[in-house]
């Protein structure tokens, strides 16, 4: 029996709860989530902050996937945090800005949902999380287009010291090497970019970053991980902290196989675990009218799972809700992924439909 966590409603976790003749669960969730990235976690946060069982399945042996080894940089027009900056950003100039960059390939209902929804996000998860973000003076790539801006779109977040992790410190995928300094030095946005520039003050700015990893003198023992979390790797490890605190579970090594359908809806997945079946059934929590039980969330699909199905949920997902639309419920998650199409279509616009989850 999977170590799921949860007490099964269903007879007995590996024993029962058949819903059609063929399938018989061995965990049953309100909500399951595939996948560990930003998209996947909010996704698994929100639904947890609205009281649903939420079980996380993560293929790899590690959790957060890009998003853990990334800068962890979110890009939100006209939040909050900008405003508290000084800056002055609109919804209408964000939109603008992503139609420059994107023309016809997207939706203006789409582009519309994530600058909505996305200033939404970032307070949603600084109340229900750990998480402060921070908007800084760090330029749109192509400032020069309307609705460009020098800077304040894009936010970080609050580092984070492994100790507060425990043992999920062990199965966080590192930073990526070039997101450090000579590749193994953690850094703030606000330390890199002077360091980077060479800006006044940037000696000084140097010496504490590298003094910071050196000092910790037990974990240098051990090893080149530095247990100063920032970027992508703060991210990650804080809405894993708050998965854990509402109640959420995350299975490592368990990837999606399939989805399992009744009577043309999805009721469960088929997920792999340590090349063992377990079948997953997925029960509508009824505090979650907005989140239809059959909707899966994808954060960065890849191969071994039965993509096409998924896509195709994820797809009517986002077609459900677009800008907040069938009723207007918040709805909060991070893109993932480009908002600019191209490519492999059906894995994009899965990603996005995680956007605006
Ligand atoms: C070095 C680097 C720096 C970056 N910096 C930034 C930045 O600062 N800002 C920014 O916006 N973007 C940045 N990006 C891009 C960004 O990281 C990605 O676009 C984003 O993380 C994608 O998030 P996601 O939630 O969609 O998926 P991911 O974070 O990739 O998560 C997908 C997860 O799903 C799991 N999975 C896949 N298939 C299955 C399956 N069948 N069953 C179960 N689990 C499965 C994967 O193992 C993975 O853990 C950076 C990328 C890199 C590499």
Not at 273 to 282: D, E, M, P
């Amino acid at each position: 029996m999977p170590d799921c966590g949860f007490a099964p409603r269903l007879p007995a976790c590996g024993t029962g709860g058949r819903v059609d003749s063929e399938t018989v669960w061995d965990i049953e969730t309100d909500i399951l989530v595939v996948g560990s990235g930003a998209g996947a976690l909010t996704a698994a946060v929100t639904a947890a902050d609205h009281h649903a069982r939420v079980l996380v399945i993560e293929k790899s042996a590690q959790f957060g996937g890009t998003s853990a080894t990334s800068g962890g940089a979110v890009w939100i027009p006209a939040s909050r945090q900008a405003a508290a900056a000084g800056a002055a950003d609109t919804p209408e100039e964000g939109f603008a800005y992503i139609k420059a960059l994107t023309g016809d390939a997207v939706e203006d209902e789409r582009i519309w949902a994530y600058v909505r929804q996305g200033p939404a996000m970032l307070d949603f998860l600084e109340r229900a999380t750990s998480l402060k973000f921070v908007a800084i003076p760090y330029t749109d790539y192509h400032a020069e287009l309307p609705g460009g801006k020098l800077g304040y779109r894009t936010h970080d977040c609050n580092p984070i010291h492994a100790s507060a992790l425990g043992a999920d410190f062990d199965t966080l995928r590192p930073t990526h090497p070039s997101a450090m300094l000579f590749g193994v030095i953690p850094w703030t946005m606000y330390e890199s970019a002077p360091m980077i520039t060479q800006a006044p003050g940037w000696q000084k700015i140097l010496a504490k970053v590298i003094w910071r990893y050196v000092s910790d003198v037990k974990q240098r023992l051990r090893g080149s991980r530095s247990r100063f979390l920032v970027f992508g790797n703060a991210l990650m490890g804080r809405l894993k902290l708050a998965l854990d605190a509402k109640g959420g579970k995350l299975l490592l090594d368990t990837g999606l196989v399939s989805l399992v359908r009744q009577d043309g809806r999805v009721v469960g997945a088929v997920a792999s675990q340590n090349g063992r079946k377990v079948r997953i059934a997925a029960r509508r929590h009824s505090g979650l009218r907005w989140l239809r039980a059959e909707r899966y969330v994808a954060g960065g699909l890849s191969a071994g799972a039965d993509q096409p199905g998924l896509e195709r949920v994820a797809a009517e997902q986002y077609r459900r809700w677009p800008g907040g639309g069938a009723g207007g419920r918040g709805c909060h998650g991070f893109a993932g992924g480009s908002l600019v199409g191209a490519g492999d279509k059906g894995r994009r616009r899965a990603a996005r439909a995680a956007a605006v989850l």
